[in-house]
């Protein structure tokens, strides 16, 4: 069989067997996500990367933040030259399966606070305001060091996620409306924060629900086991 035309390559791939074999994790991106996370909670929290990276590894030996790298795959290619009559085998396609952050909410927010307070010490000037500060840097960096969520949060909406978190001795993470937006509401002014109205609760549970920290249900909000973003 003659080609009508020059230099035409035909490509047609390998089964998926052959995909595998070349599948590998790329722990360079993973690395530079770490880093940029690290970096993150540094502004966020205003502490310095020593600090940063003491508080990064608590959050991952509690479980609290776990980061999985890309996957990363080249599929072999078979390529048939013209005029050679033959094949040749090499990888061409490249593949990439993002990368996942994930923050588990349903944690015990009262002994990590006290946990990252300790890491951070006294000469970063604690306030009343640092747990509220602290969680809502956390969540953040999730937000900004991934690809997919535009949407961060406020002190509001912290304050929110601290009130379900508050349910954890009964393993529900579930409030009421109406309880959830009292509860928001005392946590901000034992932390020297203004209180809400209840169209900026509103607004913060519209934009929770936007990055899948919460689930609301008959005007019941739930807290969200985790939350994801991708890089």
């Given amino acids: 069989m003659v080609l009508d035309m020059k230099n035409v390559y035909n490509y047609k791939l390998k089964d998926t067997v052959s995909e595998r074999k070349h599948m590998k994790k790329d722990n360079r991106k993973l690395q530079d996500y770490r880093e ?27 479980l609290i933040i776990k980061m999985e790298a890309p996957d990363v795959y080249e599929t072999s290619v078979e390529r048939l030259f013209e005029k050679k009559y033959m094949t040749r085998n090499e990888l061409g396609l490249v593949s990439v399966k993002p990368g996942n ?3 588990n909410l349903q944690f015990d927010v009262a002994k990590t606070i006290q946990a990252l307070c300790t890491i951070i010490g006294s000469g ?7 747990p509220v500060v602290l969680l809502t840097g956390l969540i953040n960096g999730v937000i900004v060091t991934g690809q997919t969520l535009q949407v961060q949060i406020t002190e509001n909406g912290t304050a929110i996620i601290m009130a379900l978190q508050s349910e954890i001795l009964f393993q529900n993470f579930m409030l009421s409306e109406t309880i959830c937006y009292e509860r928001a509401n005392e946590i901000l002014r034992n932390h020297n924060y203004p209180e809400m109205n209840e169209i900026k609760f509103q607004d913060e549970l519209t934009k929770l629900e936007y990055i899948n920290c919460i689930r609301i249900d008959n005007d019941n909000i739930y807290l969200k086991e985790s939350i994801c973003n991708h890089f």
Avoid: A, P, R
Avoid at 124 to 130: A, L
């Fill in 36 to 62: 940029k996370y690290i970096q993150s909670i540094c502004e966020q929290v205003e502490v310095d990367k020593n600090k940063g990276k003491e508080i990064y590894k608590y959050l991952e030996d509690e």
């Fill in 101 to 103: 952050i994930y923050f």
């Fill in 124 to 130: 970063y000037g604690i306030t009343e305001k640092m």
